[in-house]
């Protein structure tokens, strides 16, 4: 999906790309328009992540029906989380060397493959097996989306990165809403994914018949399936700084999202006195509708960051006052000013990362990001989880609140005092 390559080049199959041996090219294909091929990687991270969120309104249902504890939830989620960054360490870099088109074709399989085992899931090992591999699909998705994007915007550079975040806040944000609503039909865990599946079907359509662009760094010699193991990541210069402070606010955001995203309905519906699992959905969804918002505003400069954090800082201060007093409207005001903060300050984190790295490193350094990023939807919720079966959830909500709002405040200060000595 390279820009840089002429609009004539052959295509290969997918089969082919596969292999890295692409052997005699054809000139069969769907020579697509610049905007159908970003309309395609779009698409196809977005379309992954909301299926790998359409769980959210349904777990206190998975709960009772299968008889697991929160903690099990907790398992459920965080095993998608390990999955999805085991498959980023992995598999980051396997577009820069196979192909864009080829990576997205193998990412939409592997998601086709979760829906099936998440719907047909009995039991814990059921739920950790569909979550496992719909996180693989999004790993796999997510460095390969990310870099065909860039090549595809080589002359907007901060286009790229905001088309990235949309998409992956978007999908996440649209799929609890989605879920919540086509869990009012019959058989209400499994419709979501019969519907997903279906989607990921026609999705395939496109992106085999897509003719394809050779990849950025093809592999040579005798055994090219050595660039596909795993390789350390050497990031020089001014991009570390950039990577450290994006995976740092992506840890912290991200954190957030996974508590939104696992424990919250059971925490919300209280609160909210309904067990509508559509409302319950629309609530763990505005976070991150919120975070989708505000990166389309034009925020710039080197307060941005700060800013986005102590803002994101506030709303999680408002999140366990809402569950003491059982205010709805407090619950919204946290939700909506936490996901502000957030998409705010990882927009700006994430666009200065996007614009200090190389293309030809591109989806490894995006995706190497992004381990550190999704570990902060693993590691807090899966404490949180804990915390819930030995405190109750009120009271693990609440430390969890506070840790989160000191750490952006804290993480705030230290970017505003680094600021003047970049300066």
Known sequence: MASVLAKGSVGVSVFSELRMRPGL????GWEASTASRLALAVTTISILLIGSNLATPLYPLIQADLGITPFDVTIAFTCYVFALVVGLVLAGHWSDHVGRRAVLVLAVLVGLLGAAAFASADSLGGLVLGRSLQGTSVALATGASAAALRDLLPHRPGWAPRFTLIASAGGVAVGPLLGGLLSVYPHPTRTPYLVLAVVLVLLLVPLTLLRARPPVQAAAGPHPIRVLLPQRMVIGGSARNAFWLAALVGFLSFAVFG???SLAPSWFAP???TDSRPVIGLLAGMMLFASVLSQLLPLTGRSAVPAGLATMALGMGILPVAGIVGSVPLLTASCLVAGAGQGVAFRRAFAAL???????GHAQTISAVYVITYLGSAVPVLGLGAASQ????????LVFAVVIATACLATALLVARAAPRRR
């Open 354 to 360: 996007a614009a200090a790295v190389d293309t030809a």
């Open 271 to 273: 609160i909210a006195g």
């Open 25 to 28: 090219p054809t000139q069969r």
């Open 390 to 397: 030995f405190w109750g959830i009120d009271a693990a909500v």
């Open 259 to 261: 508590f939104t995203l």
